[in-house]
């Protein structure tokens, strides 16, 4: 008998295990925590849109729509909570090189981490838009990007943003001290 017993559990302990490394690798995860409204998320083996489901963890980077008078609120492990606002479109990934990222199309993210959570060893956690990336140092800030501008606003903390030049040849719009050109023909030479 006892043979046996020691046959199975050699038999059952890799299951176990493997269970436990499974389980330990979902904890990692990010996770729909509340969904008010119509949430939707992009599911690339059926390349079709699918209600997005409360308790669901995104374990690749997945593309989320909120509808109007919607939103969704996702829990990161390292005691971070983000809101998707009304009418968002973002993609959130998990974790990737000691950072949460999540690529914010249209719409408002707003997050909040925990001021206990330990910044020098958890995962850092950003938020990027078409004008650049805007990574928390603090504890409260929103991005919403609208019609290809990202606006930041901060309500506890600091967050540190590295813009993107613009892609359109003739950024001198975006300057502070834009200098209007001058005519190249003297004063004598115009007509």
């Not at 690339?44 to 969704?72: M, R």
């Not at 479109?89 to 974790?95: C, G, L, N, Q």
């Amino acid at each position: 008998m006892k043979i046996k017993s020691i046959y199975y559990l050699t038999l059952l302990l890799p299951v176990f295990l493997h269970a436990e490394e499974v389980s330990s690798a979902l904890k990692d995860l990010p996770e729909i925590m509340e969904i008010t409204g119509q949430v939707n998320r992009y599911d690339e083996a059926s390349s079709s849109f699918e209600p997005a489901q409360t308790g669901e963890k995104i374990s690749e980077p997945t593309l989320f729509f909120t509808g109007a008078d919607s939103e969704l609120i996702i829990s990161y492990p390292a005691k971070i909570v983000a809101r998707f606002g009304e009418n968002t479109r973002a993609v959130v990934a998990p974790e990737e090189g000691n950072r949460y990222e999540v690529d914010l199309q249209l719409g408002t993210v707003s997050a909040l981490l925990d001021p206990m959570r330990d910044k020098d060893k958890g995962p850092a956690f950003a938020i990027r838009g078409s004008g650049g990336v805007t990574e928390a140092t603090g504890t409260f800030y929103a991005v919403t990007e609208y019609k290809g501008q990202t606006y930041s606003a901060v309500k506890k903390g600091k967050v540190k943003k590295k813009t993107i030049p613009p892609a359109k040849p003739d950024f001198a719009a975006y300057l502070k001290k834009a200098k209007s050109k001058e005519s190249p023909l003297k004063p004598s030479e115009k007509k």
